[in-house]
């Protein structure tokens, strides 16, 4: 069975300081791993993926195999990064996500 | 390009009432997905089809929910009879194909209130 835990519900920071939203898996076999992200009265939409080892937004996210770890850091929030991120699975080759009880980020001015 | 399309946005019902819901996915796209978002949770897949067939629905409770999807294109996804616990937003996504790594595209959900 694969699992995504988000341990933290809610991440609150001020502007400006860094960020990182952790995210742990289980799964047998090699993973994909993805962050997506819904902003407020938006849809959710990927904010990026482990294969493609891309900075969105000044976003990363590396995949740590031994610790089963996935998570999401920026070195200095902004206020238009609150949103509700969600850390997702899929099976190698595979589309079906598992998705994480995701976090909500809040970024005070 | 136009986003994936769902209706209606919110429907209110009681319980052992039906309910429907309809999704248009993003055109050429292969594959459609149905989640349940129940509140604080993260999405939950009931449903995958790629083209008319379904590929997954072993979280699909088939004693209540039924989907289909006759010509490969939209897709519709009925409770009968509801329950309570069957209030959650029910997330449309399509993706260009069943392959690995593949984006998924949602649409705007519906939000399902059963009292």
């Known amino acids: 069975a694969q699992r995504v835990t988000q341990p933290e519900k809610l991440l609150s920071v001020f502007k400006g300081a860094p960020v990182e939203l952790k995210c742990n898996y289980s799964?047998?076999?090699?993973?994909?791993l993805f962050w997506y992200v819904q902003y407020s009265r938006q849809r959710l939409q990927l904010l990026l993926r482990?294969?493609s080892r891309e900075s969105i937004k000044g976003f990363t996210a590396d995949l740590n195999k031994g610790e089963t770890s996935f998570h999401l850091k920026k070195p200095f929030a902004q206020e238009e990064d609150s949103a509700m991120y969600y850390c997702?699975?899929?099976?190698?080759?595979?589309?079906?996500?598992?998705f994480g009880k995701g976090t909500m980020l809040l970024v005070s001015p | 390009e136009a986003g994936v399309a769902q209706s209606p946005r919110y429907k209110i019902i009681e319980k052992r009432q039906s309910v429907a819901f309809w999704c248009n996915p993003i055109?050429?796209?292969?594959?459609l997905y149905w989640y349940q978002q129940i509140l604080g949770q993260g999405p939950k897949l009931l449903i995958q089809?790629?083209?008319?067939?379904?590929?997954?629905d072993s979280q699909l409770p088939k004693d209540r929910f039924s989907a289909e999807r006759l010509k490969g294109v939209d897709s519709t996804l009925k409770i009968q009879p509801a329950k309570l616990e069957d209030s959650a937003v029910y997330l449309c996504?399509?993706?260009?194909?069943?392959?690995?790594?593949?984006?998924?595209?949602f649409g705007p959900g519906t939000r399902l209130t059963v009292t």
């Open positions: 996504a399509s993706s260009l194909d069943l392959g690995g790594g593949r984006e998924q595209y």
């Open positions: 799964y047998s076999g090699s993973p994909e």
């Open positions: 482990h294969i």
């Open positions: 997702a699975l899929s099976g190698s080759g595979y589309s079906t996500l598992t």
């Open positions: 055109s050429g796209h292969a594959t």
């Open positions: 089809f790629q083209n008319n067939g379904v590929v997954d």
